[in-house]
């Protein structure tokens, strides 16, 4: 019987915390860090204004060989790979999925991408295509895809390989319980180590933003506001005094 | 004087029998089938939602030689071979263009588009681009393109060369009279010799679908309900039974 | 300190008479005069509907050398030079960017755009991606992009190297002032001194396109209504007679 | 049975004319006559030194459709249309196969090119692969390729289609019968119609060519030697007359 | 300390037998069992008329993440994954990597690859590239690849990753100890499950094929002599006869 | 009339301490410095063996606009800029053109190389095609390229734009001036600043590797000898006598 390893995942509040932040800025401060490229390229959301963060699950496709895959295997539903990734799934757990840029291929179908969502999960990054698009839209799942095809996943040139291994997925290596952080801008891998000194960052300079940002958009010289002159501080601190005063 | 080949369209019940069918499963059926790939790949929808299934009338570009096309030879509309594809559409045809995957040329602009409409087409495919979208969306035709251009058909390497012949198009032979399938998935190719097949088997399976996807949904399990196994039949046959009763 | 050129803007009744044109009929009237190209190829629409016309200026990226830009030099805000294009951003300008299609950094984020949108900039070209877009989508600004990255401008292979200087976008050479035309159908290169002569062309054979449209629309020969043929002019000025009777 | 068009061959000495001029004058006067490009990109020369001219017999390969195409069908070798064009082959002929750019399909292989030898063939263009290189390189065919590959012709994505038809091969329109001259540029492709003009053209600017290589090979001034300028005019006519009273 | 696994290499006896195939008999073979493609696309012969077959060692190489690959880690030698995979070299044995057509990194320098051949390693399969060209090529080992470059195997986008797990390489799956046949056609994988039923069939045909080919290269007719027609068999039996007698 | 600027050379020494030093160990030390990445990507060796070091004399091609540059403008030779690069050519001077990666255009012909081979040149890079290979090719010039074409410089796509400006070629910048190191590993660029420690740098470690490349031939372990072991130290060390014992 085909059995397939579970993933580690990161404690909840670490999902929780990094919820708010956003790929741009995990990208970003990881760059500063030293990690130059963590996003996901290829891939594109399918359904926009979607914001997701959960650990990643994997699923490896490979080019197919029939000596290693063929129609016959495909009679007995237990062996198929792309199932057991799914079996997997909990509660905000995001697939991704290594289907080396293929187009040719999709790797789940409306049933498949059903299963997924009964079971909560958080959404799926491809890059490649799903299938039965009409239907799937539906569900109103999280995407993140290169595109779409009527094929089904093994129709050409793929075959399922392998589960919950370490991934090449639009040039990144994602590992299994790798946390994903997806939104209009893409996918982002944040490697769990990591994410509380992101954590920390990302929430360090944002005090002076939304004062700058009203500034900017009257016109504002970028030069004072962007980043907060010191010479503009004491303006943005008597606003700031203001707005608290306000609320009061 | 110009003349072209028009072709021999499928009886309009084989046509009926497929519109509620959709491009996964005829592409996912004829994979079966041994016929591997029908998928025109490259061509994606630019009006979400659409569904079309017709006759394809082909529209051959070559590279432009200019001794073989000139923009002196584009002073007689007639000589214009973009043209004639459309003097030979009927209601429910589908223009198929092979553009050979140029992004540099718009094979039909606003007028053209037009008057495809007002014949009663019901789709165009194109390997390439259309332009005057700003017009032309006004249409709302359905349409399946790599994109968009402002540049006009013969502007840069293209010239259009033949009608109704056997084109290559997103990788993808079509055969004058092939029946094209386009919803969200993208666009198949269906020989109407397999047309009876494929349309006998894709009404198969559907029975217990509707009842394991309501069951999916709810986090039941994959294993027991896609397929449906034996031992979850007899809560199937109860339900249908129920819901047989509940129509009543 | 760092200097860098403005632009010489064309006048501003020029930039009016272009305003309702189109990218499609610039296009093609400048390939009739043998300006065989001037499609910025690869940066599509980003927000549907939008229409612009300005001046260029324009931003060279270049590939990364580490010695001649490091994080360091990143600290000093005024060396940034995809700051200073930004600088000189006049009501109406379009700023360009040569992203060497690079898809991996993203060349201005939420507060570059909003300074942009602030100063009243027309919109944005880049043959490459932005960053922060669930941000920047607030601001509705017309866009014209090959996608969408959270990498920081020089977070992965390339920095900016000068401002307002020729440059390569798209396969179009772009030289700064050009003026921009830009709507659904992508953006178009207009070089200032054959702005008069298209704007004369494109205003020609507008007469009759409503006439035929509204018949092609109906079915009736393309051979017939477009163009229209003469044995057509006169149930077409009967029309035209028509109208102006039904306006009075 | 199976059979197919042959194509009307320009005259032998038409042919012969054309022998020492070489892909690069034959492109680069068509360029200057309006026909800007003639060159087919992408299959380069494999074994280097070879010059060839003469017609094209050519071969058109499409995407494989397995209802079209299948093994069963591989069984007559008659009815396989790759050896068709074959039959055809004249003493000085050249096959030109629009193999659409595939790198897994081997158009040819050893047998099929030593019957292309044994008929006198003069060479193959291929915008795709053959096979069987160890045994083929023996036969010292003029080949210009994309490379090469062990597969068979139809072991994957392609299917021979037609013979002698009209073919894009190399982004190049060619029309059975339009001479063909290939050299270490690569090949082109020269309209029998136009030979007269590119023949009578080619042979005009040579007189001077000799001396100016001569001297730039010496470091003396391109401005002056290339084109030969007005004032070094007369030292050429010595040189001449030196040259011609040396040959006496 | 690190560990990696070694293979199951095939008998001796099945390499010897497979030594005089070739590339293009192993894939074709392949091909008509129903295994569509074996070739490695993309790796080319960097010293022509080199011809091996022996068992596949393999390298992942995968998208560097600096959290998992830094410059520091690199100062322990014992800890680079590239030079693991050559402390597995026996007599025989081929080095395949995946280096995902990376042309940014240098897998091998010339001391790796002195070793190699001092270790008796038949030749290496990378799709990408090997550094040190001046250097190397002196070694004479068989190569396939992509091609050359100055930079080291880290320098950019890769960082090693695993040794002797299944890989892809120019776009086929790979398992270590598979069977690689490599020659100027390009390297090619096969299953040893598979090897003698290819042994088998490559061994049948090829009685009648000496007399073909001098009879093609004669310009005997294709019909009658390939395949050997059974009108022409007295003749070759003839033939062989004079043959046989002739070397008595 | 024309002006171009000239380039500052470096000083001959520093050109001749690079001689021996080769592409691979420039760009490695290059890499370790934090530059990661000055190989010119795309351009290969076209006559295996050469090996140059020199400084960079820059051309930029730019997308052609019939408004920028016209076959009327092409009649004044002295106005075409890329005959303008060759009058600055001194001895051992490389011309490095930014060719776009363009396949269609031969920037330099027979003529032009001849000129420059006149004029002490010390060879040529182009991120694109040369043509007139058949003559060309007799001069023996080292050359980088993409390929060759027959079609002449501004024939399809580009127009000659500036000279000695910074370009980019095959994704690397170059500075006018900078130094070029060229072999069959391909060409990689160095700032002069950064000679002096390249310089330093590449001369260190060499002491040992003639006698480690010894005995990693004879099959020894690669731990031992390469970096080489404290524990072998004794043993080369005694090796180093008796070579030098054997020189006597």
Known sequence: MTHTPDITRPPKDMIAALKDIGAATVAGTLGHMGIRNTHIQGPVTQ????????????????????????????????????????????EGDIVVVDARGDMMSGVFGDMMSTYFKGRGGAGIIVDGCLRDRPNLEKLDLP?????????????????????????????????????????????????????????????????????????LMQGAPLQRYYPLHDDARPEYEAWKLEQAAAKR
């Open 47 to 90: 359904n926009r204004g979607k914001s997701i963060v959960g650990p990643a699950l994997t699923l490896q496709m490979m080019p197919k060989r029939e000596d290693l895959y063929d129609e016959g295997e495909y009679a007995d539903p237990e062996k198929q790979l792309h199932r057991h990734v799914l079996y997997h799934v909990q």
């Open 143 to 215: 995407l993140w895809l290169r595109g779409w095809t009527p094929n089904f996943h093994t129709q050409t040139n793929l075959m399922p390989f392998a589960v919950n291994v370490p991934i090449a997925c639009g040039d990144v290596t994602v590992i299994p319980g790798d946390i994903i952080i997806a939104d209009d801008d893409g996918a982002v891998v944040l490697p769990p180590a990591l994410a509380p000194e992101v954590i920390a960052k990302a929430s360090e300079h944002h005090d002076w933003e939304e004062y700058s940002r009203m500034k």
